[in-house]
């Protein structure tokens, strides 16, 4: 049985994301999304509605299910008897940071093995901050987050100019 978690912020889940779940879901038995309730970052969304937005564009995913953590990701993976952690690489600028944070999980749990997926050509570019910004000035995001979410995304942005 292997057990996977993808984690992440998500604020918000972009196609990139989804185009990694669907695919890694697809390499384990059960995948765990594990939402990061950061209280360093200030969130455009709180952690219940990420996680409740991702629950609703995976429901048809049979083993994935989303969970919020807190704190370490090893702790989180522990927790869930995970044996591996699942995280996307876009470009180079991603894997230094993530090559770091994959062998601080090693040498802090060794029983896990953090697997990278390349992101699909046409989503290299896209990152929740991309789709944020351009919501901001009120563009165009079809492209870049599920149809279901832009008007939660175009709520929030409303609401900041009030
Ligand atoms: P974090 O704050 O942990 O970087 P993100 O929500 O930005 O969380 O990303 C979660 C994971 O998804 C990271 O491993 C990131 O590299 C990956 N990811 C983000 N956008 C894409 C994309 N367009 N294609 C592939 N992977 C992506």
Known sequence: ???????????????????IIKRASGLCDELIIGVLNN?????????????????????NLGNVSVESFE???????????AQVIIRGLRAVTDFENEIQLA???????????????????QYSYLSS??????ASYGGDISLFVPSEIIP??????QDKEK
């Open 1 to 19: 049985m292997k057990r996977a978690i993808y984690p992440g912020s998500f604020d918000p889940i972009t196609f990139g994301h989804l185009d």
């Open 39 to 59: 209280k360093q970052k200030n969130p455009l969304f709180s952690t219940t509605e990420r996680v409740n937005m991702i629950r609703e564009l995976t429901e």
């Open 71 to 81: 704190g370490l990701t090893v702790d989180f993976a522990r927790a869930k008897n």
């Open 103 to 121: 062998q601080s999980n090693k040498v802090q749990y060794p029983e896990i093995e953090t697997l990278f997926m390349t992101t699909s050509l």
């Open 129 to 134: 901050t991309v789709a944020k910004e351009f």
């Open 152 to 157: 939660l995304i175009e709520r929030k942005f």
